[in-house]
């Protein structure tokens, strides 16, 4: 007790944070593997010893007041912080981790990322590792929602996140030869691709907030996999910004060609290692961060480095 007022405790927290992201009190309570009642009487805790309404009722839903989403966010700060706390301490006491959880962005050089994973495997064998291939906001779900120990971005870090620069990447517009854009024979403004198709990937998270500065024409063919895309391009079913080290083959072999653009032909970009939380990162996260952080130094002088 404190000033004659009791204090939340983490479990009414968490009851409240169940509640809003579960979307009622059912769900969190399955969420949670707790009764129903024992959540409803958690909120109701949390109302009576602030003083304050936690939700109110418009139409047939109970919604957040302006106070309770004030609660919501400062809980849910609470609750992620919590779990942070216990992972840190789990990480210390078992030593490295058995298994690891990595998001990297497909921009990132597949084999430079395969390297390292088979380095670490040699050292560590008996930790396993879960790879998520993400694409745009696909990472900053799998990083803000805590499903991954590390993770590899393309063109900034969510906020309140910090990062270490690995790489700089190059693409390049390109089409296939048969392509119409390469028929006009004369260097091509932004105004001649929007009359074609442009060959986009997915983004692979589900709330696709972060907006594309990748599109540039209303014809597409959206995808969801890079080497989709690349046989596509191959095919001459529309142009599209493609990083070297994926069409290194296509280009040399002239399966692809770069597109003749005044301005625009090509794209640079930074790629950056984040840890959700870097002072709970557990010693397996550290060591492929190095291996990670050790490859991209010595790529570096490549075409991943600008001039």
């Known amino acids: 007790m404190c000033g004659g007022r009791m204090r939340i405790s983490l479990e009414q927290w968490q009851?409240?944070?169940a509640v809003v992201e579960q979307g009622g009190y059912a769900r969190a309570a399955d969420h949670l593997n707790k009764t129903q009642s024992t959540i409803s009487y958690a909120v109701r805790q949390i109302e009576e010893r602030l003083g304050v309404g936690v939700f109110e009722v418009q139409g047939r839903k109970a919604?957040?007041?302006e106070a309770g989403?004030?609660?919501?966010r400062r809980g849910k700060s609470l609750v992620n912080?919590?779990?942070r706390l216990e992972r840190a301490a789990g990480n210390l006491?078992?030593?490295r981790e058995k298994e690891l959880r990595l998001a990297v962005e497909s921009l990132f050089p597949t084999d430079l990322l395969l390297r390292c994973l088979q380095r670490f495997?040699?050292?560590s064998p008996e930790t396993r590792i879960e790879l998520f291939e993400s694409v745009v906001g696909g990472t900053d779900e799998l990083l803000l929602g805590g499903h991954v120990d590390l993770a590899i971005f393309a063109d900034g870090v969510p906020q309140g996140y910090t990062g270490d620069v690995l790489l700089r990447y190059r693409a390049l517009a390109v089409a296939a030869p048969s392509h119409p854009l390469h028929q006009l024979q004369r260097d091509l403004s932004v105004e001649d691709l929007r009359a074609h198709r442009h060959l986009v990937i997915r983004d692979s998270g589900q709330q696709r907030?972060?907006?594309s500065v990748w599109n540039v024409a209303e014809q597409r063919l959206t995808v969801s996999h890079k080497s989709t895309s690349v046989r596509a391009a191959c095919m001459g079913l529309g142009f599209a910004w493609y990083v070297e080290d994926w069409i290194r083959d296509e280009l040399e072999s002239g399966q692809l060609l770069p597109l003749p653009m005044i301005a625009g032909a090509e794209r640079w970009g930074s790629l950056y290692l984040v840890y959700p939380d870097p002072d709970g990162a557990g010693p397996g996260a550290r060591r492929l961060g190095a291996l990670l952080k050790e490859a991209a130094a010595q790529e570096r002088g490549t075409d991943f480095q600008a001039p």
């Open 93 to 95: 006491a078992q030593g």
């Open 69 to 72: 989403q004030v609660l919501y």
């Open 209 to 211: 907030q972060r907006a």
């Open 15 to 17: 009851a409240l944070v």
């Open 81 to 83: 912080e919590s779990a």
């Open 63 to 65: 919604q957040l007041t």
């Open 121 to 123: 495997a040699d050292e």
